[in-house]
């Protein structure tokens, strides 16, 4: 027997058994056995059922089917194939096109216009509950993910490539449970502690360094269009590639045309936008722009033209209270283990601070 509220909704909107099922595209038999508990909907008759009884489909029945499960998204598309993680009591779906095209699949999203979004599960929910996502720009955490993934123990770790702010922001609303950032400071103050310092929905947390990296701009191999500064962006003919406000690459770019004395919203006027460093090194590697900036890994991973700029320290926001999961333990073990640093270090990063916490007093 499966516990409901569809009578009781029902009655109080003056609906008849027949009334209902004729709405819902049922029989009057269909909607006399789902209020006895005697069957239970399918996604599809659930989410009709709660859309004409004007309720969330979760307060309709005490238990959802268990074939639907009902998830926060977390940011778009809310469509497809999505990685569940399990925070703050609720899960959070995150799209598999974000965070890693080739990844196994927790669930399948049935209907994305509602909030929560409907999924049906595609793998057990006890081992997706163990699951943890790590959001931020670095490439290295990709691999830092397939790493722990390939190991023993509790969970599967996804990487959701993203901004540091947007990194941030999703950490303060509690839909992944490490994000990673790099940011600029200003006035010579710490870029990372400096963004969690005014960050007020980001909780207690700690910082710990994956790597310090380089920034520059990525050109074309050879770099024909003989660009040596920030100051040749503004150059007629230069096609740019930038990133989205909030990323570290974008404030590094506003900063560097600033010092060059450039207006920033004349040079990014006709500039396209890519979502990682990644992505900007792939735009100029394939022609669409020529010039970006973007790490020194990304450069190497499409063998263009780097012309360093800055080096930054990549920082991981860990939440004081998952400091002693033993997930995090772990991600921390083989953040600091040999292999890691080796494969690091080959594209470009500089692994010698991995695994150093950063002194934020005001939580500590």
Same mark, same amino acid.
């Given at each position: 027997?499966?516990?409901?509220? $569809? ?13 209902? =099922?004729?709405? @819902? ?12 508990? +005697? ?24 238990? @959802? ?8 998204? *977390? ?7 999505? =990685? %569940? ?19 196994? =699949? ?36 990709? %691999?830092? @993910?397939?790493? %722990?993934?390939? +190991? ?13 702010? &947007? ?19 200003? +006035? ?9 310092? *005014?960050?007020?929905? $980001?909780?207690?947390?700690?910082? $710990? ?25 503004? &150059? ?6 930038? &990133? ?26 006709? @500039? ?15 022609? =669409? ?6 790490? +020194? ?33 772990? %991600? ?18 500089? *692994? ?13």
């Amino acid at each position: 027997m499966s516990a409901n509220r $569809v009578r009781e909704l029902r009655e109080s909107r003056g609906l008849s058994q027949s009334a209902l =099922a004729a709405a @819902a595209g049922l029989s009057r038999q269909s909607i006399g056995a789902i209020e006895a508990g +005697r069957s239970v909907p399918g996604v599809d008759v659930a989410l009709r059922l709660a859309s004409l009884l004007e309720c969330p489909v979760e307060s309709l029945f005490a238990a @959802a089917p268990e074939s639907l499960l009902f998830a926060e998204p *977390a940011g778009a598309p809310r469509r497809g194939r999505v =990685a %569940l993680a399990h925070l703050a009591g609720r899960w959070v779906a995150h799209s598999l096109g974000g965070v890693a095209a080739g990844a196994m =699949a927790d669930g399948l999203v049935e209907r994305a216009n509602d909030e929560p979004i409907a999924v049906t599960p595609l793998r057990s929910l006890a081992e997706a509950r163990e699951n943890v996502v790590i959001m931020g720009c670095a490439t290295a955490l990709g %691999l830092l @993910a397939e790493r %722990l993934s390939a +190991r023993a123990g509790m969970g599967r770790f996804f990487w959701a490539s993203s901004s540091s702010a &947007r990194a941030l922001e999703a950490l303060g609303r509690e839909q992944v449970h490490v994000a990673g950032v790099h940011f600029v400071g200003s +006035r010579g103050e710490d870029g990372n502690v400096e963004a969690i310092r *005014a960050h007020a929905r $980001v909780k207690p947390v700690e910082l $710990v360094t994956l790597a310090r990296w380089e920034q520059g701009l990525v050109t074309a191999s050879g770099n024909p269009k003989k660009l040596s500064k920030p100051g040749d962006l503004a &150059r007629r003919g230069v096609r740019l590639v930038t &990133r989205e406000p909030g990323s570290g690459a974008h404030s590094l770019l506003e900063r560097e045309l600033e010092g060059a004395g450039l207006d920033s919203a004349r040079v990014n006027r006709d @500039a396209i936008v890519g979502s990682g460093h990644l992505e900007v090194a792939g735009a100029v590697a394939m022609g =669409a722009a020529d010039v970006g900036i973007a790490t +020194r890994d990304a450069a190497i991973a499409f063998g263009l033209h780097f012309l360093p700029l800055a080096e930054e320290r990549f920082d991981l926001v860990v939440p004081l209270d998952l400091a002693a999961d033993s997930r995090v333990q772990r %991600l921390l073990d083989v953040l600091t283990s040999a292999p890691f640093r080796r494969e690091i270090s080959a594209l470009g990063y500089d *692994a010698s601070p991995a695994g150093e916490r950063v002194a934020l007093p005001e939580v500590a």
